[in-house]
């Protein structure tokens, strides 16, 4: 999974905001809330760790020391990782800080009674949680697309099929329609939801032409869940 | 499966894994066929500008404007034939992007204006075929556009 994720010549959206020194950083700064804070959140629920506070409120925390050093989101760029996977490495390394923090105020050891968690996979468990959150975001940009497009019966008529698994000839005979118009009405939306997709995808450090790649290594992983 | 509601999308904790695989997949690239790069074209924000300038510039507007000619009818069958022709040998000759996708959208208007007003199937394609690309492109055109073509895929040919 860790492979290169970045020819030094591309450009990305996150180049482009790094490069904005008015905006850029707030935008990078919402987005890496937006996608990763559910997948952070599984993985330390998953952890030995979470007698160290809630779940929210670590990560929350993690955000706010890690995203504003100036640094953090270079040294991820340097480092050839996707970002999930980036951001997994930091959040562990913000964790030993908590525990180190938490020995020195009070001058005690962490608890030996947090039940253990038979966590034997933790990042295939964030590699699910972000398939759960990107498709959730892409559905989300789609959804806005469509409405700005005046496609909203298009989104409509995809959700009902490809999220509700109703058939076109059902979906068609309820807005009295062919099943072939409501086929085609739905790639459209789909076409949408697509492109949010594979662009959160390359967001997160997989290169255009190996986004394919990218989600055929997670459908593996959504297998094994 | 339960009804879900379009506009009202799951929390994350309520989306479960099957679900967001199964829409995972759609993210797959497929087969990539020449009128997925048009449909992409006139989705973009400059779309409706984009397609103005096509067919002014393109085959279609060989004959005059394209709005007189093939969205009016007012083009013989022969003309949209001529047309259809040009579009396809520019569609194989053109060097740039632009100029292809250019060529495939005079293509399929000349074949839709055959259709609305002569009854007329002109291209090589079934009607469930062209009548499917015709309601993609309905979809991502600015009106009067749209509907000519949505028109254009329920008429009925010989």
Redesign the interface.
């Known amino acids: 999974m860790e492979r290169d994720a970045f020819p030094t010549t591309m450009h990305t959206w996150i180049d482009q905001q790094l490069a904005d020194p008015d905006r850029g950083r707030a935008n990078i700064n919402r987005h890496v809330m937006e996608v990763y804070a559910w997948p952070l959140t599984i993985y330390f629920r998953g952890t030995r760790d979470r007698w160290l506070g809630e779940p929210e409120e670590i990560v929350q925390g993690f955000f706010a020391d890690r995203l504003d050093r100036p640094d953090f989101l270079t040294g991820w760029r340097a480092s050839g990782l996707l970002l999930r996977r980036w951001l997994m490495n930091a959040f562990c390394f913000y964790l030993a800080e908590l525990r180190r923090k938490h020995r020195r105020d009070s001058h005690a050891d962490e608890p030996d009674d947090v039940p253990a968690v038979d966590l034997t996979d933790p990042e295939g468990e964030m590699d699910r949680a972000f398939v759960v959150t990107i498709v959730r975001q892409a559905m989300n940009a789609a959804l806005e697309s469509c409405a700005d497009a005046g496609l909203a019966e298009h989104w409509r008529i995809f959700v009902l099929h490809h999220y509700s698994g109703k058939s076109y000839q059902t979906i068609a005979a309820n807005l009295s329609i062919t099943p072939a118009r409501a086929a085609v009405m739905s790639r459209t939306a789909g076409r949408k939801f697509k492109g949010a997709l594979r662009e959160l995808l390359n967001r997160d450090g997989a290169t255009l032409d190996g986004i394919d790649d990218e989600i055929q290594s997670l459908l593996e992983v959504t297998c094994h869940a | 499966?339960?009804?879900?509601d379009?506009?009202n999308?799951?929390s994350?904790a309520e989306?479960a894994?099957h679900?967001?695989?199964?829409?995972?997949?759609?993210?797959?690239?497929e087969h990539h066929r020449p009128i997925?790069e048009l449909?992409?074209r006139l989705?973009q924000k400059d779309g409706g500008k984009w397609l103005e300038v096509a067919l002014k510039g393109g085959p279609t507007g060989s004959f005059g404007s394209p709005i007189a000619f093939v969205f009016e009818g007012k083009a013989t069958l022969d003309q949209l034939i001529a047309i259809k022709q040009t579009s396809k040998s520019l569609l194989h000759a053109e060097p740039n992007l632009n100029g292809r996708l250019t060529a495939l959208a005079s293509y399929f208007f000349a074949v839709a204006a055959a259709l609305l007003h002569h009854h007329t199937n002109i291209s090589s394609r079934t009607r469930?075929e062209l009548?499917?690309v015709l309601?993609?492109l309905a979809?991502?055109c600015p009106p009067p556009w749209a509907a000519f073509l949505d028109k254009s895929s329920s008429t009925p040919s010989e």
């Open positions: 499966m339960p009804d879900r379009a506009d999308l799951p994350l989306m894994l679900d967001a695989t199964r829409l995972l997949r759609l993210g797959l690239s997925d449909l992409d989705l469930d009548d499917s309601l993609e979809a991502v």
